[in-house]
């Protein structure tokens, strides 16, 4: 069960991403896995209506998304559905947000959110604290501004839910998140040591 289960988690990372950028990520992502950790105080939220945006894509929240959502069939279209339906139950058992960003009425990408207090591999969220995390922007919807909107609207959205301060990581390697990232205005915060996933998982062997 737990084979099979790996084997549809590998297949989705696929349909999610390109099979030479999946490659690519994974591989890096053997080597080093260290993270750096940004955060942004949402008394700044106005400073994002001065980054620009791709207007053309609107973003809906949801808590306790169910199969019967309206983004589920596209979610499942593009997951495999065994695997979107174990992310909602993943989600609604951790008590996170799904924001999916849509480019007219098709999905263009997606974030979690998840919301303090509690432990985020690490990150110590207090009340009013969250992290922003699994962001995918659909390939065919690369190079339109979409995480960089999802970004925004995410923060826009958080802010008049009255948090106050938003978290996110990336991998060292990402430079493209690392750019979209940064532009939006997080600080950098700290590195989180992930260290080489070969060598823990040898470890764990052996």
Request: hydrophobic letters at 40%; glycine letters at 6%; a positive charge.
């Amino acid at each position: 069960m737990r084979l099979m289960f790996s084997l549809s988690s590998i297949i989705s990372f696929f349909k999610t991403h390109n099979f030479r950028g999946g490659l690519w990520y994974l591989y890096y992502h053997m080597l080093n896995g260290d993270e750096k950790v940004y955060f942004f105080e949402l008394n700044r939220v106005n400073q994002l209506k001065d980054i620009q945006i791709n207007k053309h894509l609107n973003i809906k929240g949801y808590k306790n998304p169910t199969i019967n959502d309206e983004f589920f069939d596209q979610l499942a279209s593009i997951k495999g559905k065994k695997k979107a339906i174990y992310d909602i139950k993943v989600i609604n058992k951790k008590n996170d947000w799904l924001f999916i960003i849509y480019y007219d009425s098709n999905i263009a990408g997606w974030g979690i959110v998840t919301i303090g207090p509690q432990n985020h591999r690490g990150l110590k969220l207090t009340m009013n604290e969250f992290i922003i995390h699994s962001c995918i922007t659909q390939n065919k919807y690369r190079r339109k501004r979409v995480y960089t909107t999802l970004l925004v609207k995410i923060l826009q959205n958080m802010d008049n839910k009255n948090f106050s301060t938003g978290y996110i990581t990336s991998k060292l390697f990402n430079s493209a998140s690392i750019l979209a990232i940064e532009k939006v205005g997080f600080s950098f915060l700290k590195i989180d040591k992930r260290g080489n996933f070969l060598k823990r998982l040898l470890n764990k062997i052996f």
